[in-house]
């Protein structure tokens, strides 16, 4: 009989997402699945895959990234990393290995194997921050939009969701010639996750 997962406690789930080893033959430092996640978390970060430093640390978005985000998100380093308030899933847990244009994409195995079940585990989520294409394509399915079109479209899914795009400095081009996303979005962003961070209900404010 398969075992079902989905009635583990939470702690026993992350353990075994911890201890995964589905992508371990094709992952050029071996797995180190890199997660942070609490059922109390008001507000869940959807990544790509961990860097190379984030692999070696152990510590999502611990990178120029993840400082770029933080200051989008207007938030500090500690609030970041408090699980209580703030969950972070990649679509892909551990580091891929890096291609001719940066990281490779985030392992195929890894979403179906474990997203769902941890997704199912954020009862109190009021604010998702969705970034880069492969986040994207799962948590905005069925757009068929670039990465370009949803974060110029962010009303539509607003205010649950936002799409970003990707923090990392090899974005330093978008960022140039789409000057209206640190102008326009960004500020909106950091008042959602105030409020996501200070008030009991993020939609209560919205009524």
């Not at 989905?6 to 992508?23: E, G, K, N």
Request: charge should be positive.
């Amino acid at each position: 009989m398969t075992e079902d997962l989905s009635r583990l406690p939470l702690d026993d789930l992350v353990r075994r997402v911890r201890a995964c080893t589905i992508c371990a033959d094709v992952l050029p430092r071996g797995p180190r699945p890199v997660i942070q996640i609490s059922e109390s978390a008001r507000i869940l970060v959807v990544g790509q895959a961990p860097g190379r430093r984030v692999h070696e640390t152990g510590l999502p978005f611990n990178d120029p990234s993840g400082d770029r985000l933080r200051q989008w998100m207007g938030v500090t380093r500690d609030t970041f990393y408090d699980e209580q308030k703030l969950a972070i899933l990649p679509m892909g847990f551990c580091y891929p290995g890096t291609g001719k244009s940066g990281d490779l994409p985030p392992r195929p195995e890894c979403a179906p194997a474990w997203r769902n079940l941890l997704l199912d585990r954020l009862p109190q989520i009021g604010l998702t921050l969705v970034i880069g294409q492969y986040a994207h394509a799962w948590h905005l399915a069925g757009t068929g939009k670039s990465v370009t079109e949803n974060v110029r479209r962010w009303r539509d899914y607003w205010p649950g969701v936002v799409p970003l795009p990707h923090p990392s400095p090899r974005n330093n081009g978008w960022l140039r010639k789409n000057t209206w996303f640190e102008a326009e979005l960004v500020p909106e962003v950091q008042s959602l996750v105030n409020k996501a961070l200070n008030t009991d209900s993020l939609s209560a404010s919205y009524e």
